[in-house]
């Protein structure tokens, strides 16, 4: 059963942003701010993975073989996520919708839960790929490092190392992957007065502030919009 708290408490956040953003990170602290799960979809497959749950078989499935996992499959197990009962206040996304056809099942996920909140985390190329080519990660757990870990992991205590293998050219490649995938999604958003950009070439605290302001106005106008 879902519960009804009146269409406007809810506060349904979506992060686009390419890799090397600092998106996860935004995430992270509007999602402690708020009050509300921060669902990352590499951890929810993983979860839904290991769980065993039916999607997560088939998804699985489609991992070992070397194939992406469906808009379909995805989309089911993000809808299993969001029917849980700590997200029926809302929650922060990274990582979906990546398709106009997620997209738009979002849409229907949310429907008559709250304005539907979308944050582009805008940030010039060779920015990010200063970014990502002196990216660290942990030598043990393989845990992207977090822009405040100093020099220890702090999911297991690793050791921070650098990538070695993000030479420009990948991540170059990346970088066009991402940009032709994620355009059509910005032009759905676009029309919506709860779409907001964010200037995330600048201190993490700084963007965090942006992330803020930009929520704060989204949720007033979706209130009126949706
Ligand atoms: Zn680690």
Known sequence: MRLQHGAASGLNVVMLGPPGAGKGTQAERLAQKRGLPRISTGDI??????????????????????????????????????????????????????????????????????????????????????????????????????????????????????????????VRERLKVYQRQSKPLVDYYSGRGTLRTIDGNQSADVVTAAVDSAVATAESAGGVTL
């Open 45 to 170: 497959l993983r979860e839904a993975v290991q769980a065993g749950t039916p999607l997560g078989s088939v998804a699985k499935a489609a991992m070992d073989a070397g194939r992406l996992v469906s808009d379909d499959v995805m989309i089911g197990i993000v809808q299993e996520r969001l029917d849980r009962d700590d997200a029926r206040h809302g929650f922060v996304l990274d990582g979906f919708p990546r398709t106009v056809e997620q997209a738009s099942a979002l849409d229907r996920m949310v429907n008559g839960r709250g304005p539907l909140v979308v944050l582009d985390v805008v940030v010039p190329e060779d920015v990010l790929v200063r970014r990502l080519a002196t990216r660290r990660i942990c030598g043990r757990c393989g845990a992207n490092a977090a822009v405040h870990w100093k020099t220890k992991c702090e999911k297991c205590g690793g050791k921070l190392v650098t990538r070695v293998d993000d030479g420009d050219e990948i």
